[in-house]
């Protein structure tokens, strides 16, 4: 199995910044596809942005493109999602998620992922 936890979230105001982390166990994490994902009180857990096993290829949802940046450590077994210029409306419980390796690898579907963390907590205040 593969673990995931996040770290990184707290509280921030309009226009600050954080840098969530996640770390996963095993020697195939550069085999695998990672997203964040995150969901709002009352709402449906939304695909924020995904990133290739080598880094080399990523997508960022229309929602935060320009603001957040996915990266990856391999050597680190580490994802990150920089986030800046955060708004109310990131508000939400982030999620890390893996996706072993496919022919394709960029994916923006919830059910297309095998692992999850936790979550963290990302609160922006106005």
């Known amino acids: 199995q593969v673990q995931l936890v996040e770290s990184g979230g707290g509280l921030v105001q309009a226009g600050g910044s954080l840098r969530l982390s996640c770390a996963a166990s095993?020697?195939?994490?550069?085999?695998?596809?990672m997203g964040w994902f995150r969901q709002a009180p009352g709402k449906e857990r939304e695909f924020v942005a995904v990133i290739d096993w080598s880094g080399g290829i990523t997508k960022h949802a229309d929602a935060v493109k320009g603001r957040f940046t996915i990266s990856r450590d391999n050597a680190k077994n580490t994802v990150y999602l920089q986030m800046d210029s955060l708004k109310p409306e990131d508000t939400a419980v982030y999620f890390c998620?893996?996706?072993?390796?496919?022919?394709?690898?960029?994916?923006?579907?919830?059910?297309?992922?095998?692992?999850w963390g936790q979550g963290t907590q990302v609160t922006v205040s106005s």
């Open positions: 998620a893996a996706r072993r390796w496919r022919a394709v690898a960029i994916v923006t579907t919830r059910t297309e992922y095998d692992y």
């Open positions: 095993g020697r195939t994490f550069s085999t695998y596809t």
